[in-house]
Nanobody, 130 residues
Framework: QVPMVESGGGLAQAGGSLRLSCTGSGLRLGDYAMAWFRQVPDKGGREGVA?????????AYADSVEGRFKVSKDNTKNTLYLQMDNLEPADTGIYFC??????????????????????WGQGTQVTVSS
């Protein structure tokens, strides 16, 4: 059973918006530090995009999305969100949600998060056309 399922990806034009959702299945997302990562075409690995602490009070963003993306979660729906506005073609990629440490935070730069998040969804494709 996949512990989390992402949805909301698709095709958008530059300047447009998409909202991604990540719903827990057998995992209570509100107990964990959560983050969104993306895998960009022609680049190896996954890069941290946005993260939120287990209690939701601390959020962090990659420089490339600061001011355009917003991470949030609704514990009553066991769902993590990523609101993406003013999309750019460089935002194209596969977006994954991931759970980190129980009772944890997304501390340090997003480039350092990958080793601290061990539970992953299956990903959702986002394509932004120019």
């Amino acid at each position: 059973q996949v512990p989390m399922v992402e949805s909301g990806g698709g095709l958008a034009q530059a300047g447009g918006s998409l909202r991604l959702s990540c719903t827990g299945s057998g995992l209570r997302l509100g107990d964990y530090a959560m983050a969104w990562f993306r895998q960009v075409p022609d680049k190896g690995g996954r890069e941290g995009v946005a993260g939120i602490s287990w209690h939701g009070g601390n959020k962090a963003y990659a420089d490339s999305v600061e001011g355009r993306f917003k991470v949030s979660k609704d514990n009553t729906k066991n769902t993590l969100y990523l609101q993406m506005d003013n999309l750019e073609p460089a935002d194209t990629g596969i977006y994954f949600c991931a759970a980190g440490e129980q009772g944890g935070y997304c501390s340090g730069p997003p480039s350092s998060w990958i080793t601290r998040f061990g539970t992953w969804g299956q990903g959702t494709q986002v394509t932004v056309s120019s």
